[in-house]
C-alpha cells in the first residue's frame, strides 16, 4: 500500500499501489462537487467499489482476491473529490484481445493527455485473458442484457410500492436508507459491466472507421440508436412544453413567473389535466436532477422547480426542436454509415465480421448502460428521500438544518438522531471544510501519492485566454452535424435561463440530465467527456451537434462570439468576437 499522506477531509481513501493512476474523467460529470460523508460512507465501498469489482469479475479479467480487501481500489475519494482508477482498467485492456490500454484511455480522457501505461509483471494474465476474451465475442454476437429489464421492474416496483415515508419510523426510515444503499452494488455492478460493454464496441466501431480513413463516420453510427432512457426527461418535458404551449391558460400561468407557479395551477381548474401528466412525469423521471449520485442532491421530486425552470424555456421552443424531431434522419444516416465503412471492408472478412458485430450491438449496449445508469439513479433515490425525510423530522424540531444528516457517517447516525444537538460542533466543522472542497477544482488527475491541497486550485479560475476570430480548436467529435450560433458559457444547470434558441451551450462538465437544454442548444460544447459520456450519449440521440474533450473551452471561447460547430470533425471556428 502506498504510504498514508494526511487526508483532506475524513472520507478520503488511501492510493492504491498496484493501481496507481486516478482521474476524474467521467466521473467528474456525476459527482460534479466533492461527496458529502454520509454518501461515500454509505455507498463509496459498499455500493460503488464492490460493485465495480463485481462488473471486473463478471467480465472475467479480474479475480476479486486481486483487490485489496476492505479499502477501495477501483473508485475512491480524494480531496472529497471522486476519482476512477485508470490503472485498472488499462490491466482489463491488457487482459482483453485486441483492447490496448490507449484505447481504454480514450473512454476517460477523450483526447486530452493521460500519464502513460507503465507495465507490471502481474498485468498479464493469460487465464483472465482467454476468459475476456469469450465476453468481447459475446459484445459481438448479441450480449444477453435481459437482467437490465428485471431491475428496472424491480426498481419500479419499490418506488410504486413506497407509500408516506412520514408515516414511518426513525428505524424504519434508517433501514429504508440502507436496504437500499446497500442494492446499489448490484445496480452500480451492472452499470460497470455495460460501461466497459459500451467502451470495447464503440472502440471498435472508431478504431476500423479509422482505419479505413472515414473517422468521421463514428459518429454518426453511435447516432440514431432509439430506446436510449437518459432522453427521457428530455421527451417528458418536451410534451408537457407542447401543452404549455397550446394552452392559454398555462401561458399566462408561466408568463407569470415560475415561483410558486405549481401552486397557483393546482388551485386553478383548467389546469387539471396538465398536472395529471406533471405528476407522470416526476413519477417517472423524479430521481434526476443536479449530481444525482451523491445523496444531498436535489432532483426533481425533491425540487421540483429545476424542472418547472426547464419547462418555461422549453415552452418557447419551436415544434420543430422536437426530440423527435430528426429520429428518422439520424437512424437513416447511421445506416448509410454503416455501410459506407462496410465497403471499404471488401475482402477483409475478419475486420468486417467484427465491424458489423460492433456497429450492431452497439444499439444494445449504449442504450443498455444508460438504463442501467437510470436503475441506479432511481435505487439512490429512495435511500435520499428516506434521508430527506429523517433531515426534515430533526428540522422540523428546531435541532438543525434538514441536511446535516449528509454530514454525519453511517455508524453515527443513531446517535445523531437521538440527539441531533450534540453533533452541532461536528456538523458545522465537516459543513465549512466541505463548503472549502466545493469551492476548489481537483486535479484531473494524478498517479501515486493523493493530491495534496496545493494542487486544488480555485474553481473556475481563468487559465488561458480567450481566442480570436478564425482560430480554430479541437476536440473529440462526439455527435455528428454542424452549427452556427452564439456561444453562451453556464457553469451549471441552474444557469440555464442563459441559453437560448440556437446558442452554442459551452460547459465545463455536463450530464445526462442537461438534455432538456440540450433541445433549445444548437450545438454542445465541453472541456471534459469521452465518446460514450452520458451527456454524448444524450446529444446525439437528439440530434445536436457535440464536441466533447476541449481543452479550457470555457475560457478559450469567448461568451457570445460566434462559432461554428462540427460535431463530425470535432472542430469549433470561432466567426466573429
Known amino acids: 500500500m502506498t504510504g498514508s499522506t494526511a487526508k483532506l477531509?475524513?472520507?478520503?481513501?488511501?492510493?492504491?499501489?498496484?493501481?496507481?493512476?486516478?482521474?476524474?474523467?467521467?466521473?467528474?460529470?456525476?459527482?460534479?462537487?466533492?461527496?458529502?460523508?454520509?454518501?461515500?460512507?454509505?455507498?463509496?465501498?459498499?455500493?460503488?467499489?464492490?460493485?465495480?469489482?463485481?462488473?471486473?469479475?463478471?467480465?472475467?479479467?479480474?479475480?476479486?482476491?486481486?483487490?485489496?480487501?476492505?479499502?477501495?481500489?477501483?473508485?475512491?475519494?480524494?480531496?472529497?473529490?471522486?476519482?476512477?482508477?485508470?490503472?485498472?482498467?488499462?490491466?482489463?485492456?491488457?487482459?482483453?484481445?485486441?483492447?490496448?490500454?490507449?484505447?481504454?484511455?480514450?473512454?476517460?480522457?477523450?483526447?486530452?493527455?493521460?500519464?502513460?501505461?507503465?507495465?507490471?509483471?502481474?498485468?498479464?494474465?493469460?487465464?483472465?485473458?482467454?476468459?475476456?476474451?469469450?465476453?468481447?465475442?459475446?459484445?459481438?454476437?448479441?450480449?444477453?442484457?435481459?437482467?437490465?429489464?428485471?431491475?428496472?421492474?424491480?426498481?419500479?416496483?419499490?418506488?410504486?410500492?413506497?407509500?408516506?415515508?412520514?408515516?414511518?419510523?426513525?428505524?424504519?426510515?434508517?433501514?429504508?436508507?440502507?436496504?437500499?444503499?446497500?442494492?446499489?452494488?448490484?445496480?452500480?455492478?451492472?452499470?460497470?459491466?455495460?460501461?466497459?460493454g459500451a467502451n470495447v464496441v464503440t472502440s471498435v466501431v472508431s478504431g476500423v472507421c479509422t482505419a479505413v480513413g472515414r473517422s468521421e463516420l463514428a459518429s454518426e453510427i453511435l447516432a440514431g440508436l432509439g430506446e436510449v432512457d437518459s432522453t427521457g426527461t428530455s421527451d417528458g418535458l418536451w410534451a408537457l412544453s407542447?401543452?404549455?404551449?397550446?394552452?392559454?391558460?398555462?401561458?399566462?400561468?408561466?408568463?407569470?413567473?415560475?415561483?410558486?407557479?405549481?401552486?397557483?395551477?393546482?388551485?386553478?381548474p383548467d389546469a387539471a389535466d396538465f398536472l395529471v401528466v406533471w405528476d407522470e412525469f416526476i413519477q417517472q423521471h423524479g430521481a434526476y436532477g443536479k449530481n444525482m449520485w451523491e445523496l444531498r442532491s436535489a432532483t426533481f421530486a425533491t425540487h421540483p422547480s429545476l424542472a418547472v425552470e426547464m419547462l418555461d424555456l422549453l415552452r418557447r421552443a419551436d415544434d420543430s426542436q422536437a426530440p423527435t424531431a430528426k429520429t428518422a434522419e439520424l437512424a437513416e444516416r447511421r445506416e448509410k454509415a454503416i455501410g459506407e465503412v462496410a465497403a471499404l471492408l471488401a475482402g477483409d472478412e475478419e475486420t468486417l465480421s467484427q465491424?458489423?458485430?460492433?456497429?450492431?450491438?452497439?444499439?444494445?449496449?449504449?442504450?443498455?448502460?444508460?438504463?442501467?445508469?437510470?436503475?441506479?439513479v432511481k435505487c439512490i433515490q429512495e435511500a435520499r428521500l428516506a434521508l430527506r425525510e429523517l433531515g426534515r423530522r430533526v428540522a422540523a424540531a428546531g435541532a438543525g438544518a434538514a441536511d446535516d444528516i449528509m454530514l454525519v457517517l453511517d455508524a453515527e447516525l443513531e446517535d445523531y438522531l437521538a440527539d441531533p444537538a450534540s453533533a452541532a460542533a461536528t456538523i458545522a466543522a465537516r459543513r465549512h471544510q466541505l463548503e472549502e472542497l466545493c469551492a476548489l477544482e481537483p486535479p484531473f488527475v494524478f498517479a501515486g501519492e493523493a493530491p495534496t491541497k496545493d494542487a486544488f486550485k480555485p474553481r473556475r479560475a481563468s487559465r488561458v485566454a480567450g481566442v480570436e476570430a478564425g482560430s480554430v480548436i479541437t476536440g473529440l467529435a462526439a455527435a455528428p452535424g454542424t452549427h452556427t450560433g452564439r456561444a453562451r458559457t453556464i457553469q451549471s444547470i441552474?444557469?440555464?435561463?442563459?441559453?437560448?434558441?440556437?446558442?452554442?451551450?459551452?460547459?465545463?462538465?455536463?450530464?445526462?440530465?442537461?438534455?432538456?437544454?440540450?433541445?433549445?442548444?444548437?450545438?454542445?460544447?465541453?472541456?471534459?467527456?469521452?465518446?460514450?459520456?452520458?451527456?454524448v450519449i444524450v446529444s446525439r440521440e437528439l440530434g445536436i451537434p457535440a464536441v466533447v474533450s476541449v481543452p479550457d473551452a470555457v475560457d478559450r471561447i469567448p461568451d457570445g462570439a460566434r462559432v461554428t460547430v462540427d460535431g463530425g470533425t470535432g472542430t469549433i471556428t470561432i466567426e466573429e468576437v
Open 9 to 196: 477531509f475524513l472520507i478520503d481513501d488511501e492510493p492504491s499501489e498496484r493501481f496507481p493512476v486516478w482521474t476524474r474523467g467521467n466521473v467528474g460529470e456525476v459527482f460534479a462537487e466533492a461527496v458529502s460523508p454520509l454518501t461515500w460512507d454509505l455507498l463509496g465501498f459498499r455500493g460503488y467499489e464492490l460493485g465495480w469489482r463485481d462488473a471486473l469479475a463478471k467480465i472475467g479479467a479480474f479475480a476479486l482476491e486481486e483487490f485489496r480487501a476492505d479499502d477501495n481500489e477501483v473508485c475512491g475519494a480524494f480531496g472529497g473529490y471522486v476519482y476512477i482508477n485508470v490503472s485498472a482498467s488499462r490491466v482489463l485492456a491488457v487482459r482483453l484481445p485486441g483492447m490496448t490500454p490507449e484505447q481504454m484511455d480514450q473512454s476517460f480522457f477523450g483526447d486530452q493527455e493521460a500519464p502513460a501505461y507503465v507495465p507490471s509483471p502481474a498485468d498479464e494474465n493469460a487465464e483472465r485473458t482467454a476468459q475476456a476474451g469469450a465476453w468481447l465475442m459475446s459484445l459481438l454476437t448479441g450480449p444477453d442484457l435481459a437482467f437490465l429489464d428485471e431491475d428496472k421492474a424491480y426498481i419500479d416496483g419499490e418506488a410504486a410500492a413506497r407509500g408516506d415515508l412520514q408515516s414511518l419510523t426513525d428505524a424504519e426510515l434508517l433501514g429504508r436508507a440502507r436496504r437500499f444503499t446497500g442494492e446499489m452494488r448490484r445496480f452500480f455492478g451492472s452499470h460497470i459491466y455495460l460501461l466497459y
Open 242 to 268: 407542447r401543452q404549455v404551449r397550446a394552452s392559454a391558460t398555462l401561458t399566462t400561468a408561466f408568463e407569470g413567473g415560475t415561483d410558486g407557479l405549481l401552486e397557483r395551477l393546482a388551485k386553478n
Open 355 to 376: 465491424f458489423l458485430g460492433a456497429a450492431a450491438n452497439v444499439k444494445l449496449l449504449l442504450p443498455g448502460r444508460e438504463r442501467a445508469k437510470t436503475n441506479c
Open 494 to 535: 441552474d444557469e440555464a435561463a442563459k441559453v437560448e434558441d440556437g446558442d452554442v451551450l459551452v460547459a465545463e462538465i455536463t450530464d445526462s440530465t442537461w438534455g432538456p437544454l440540450f433541445l433549445t442548444a444548437g450545438a454542445v460544447v465541453v472541456e471534459a467527456g469521452s465518446p460514450i459520456s452520458h451527456a
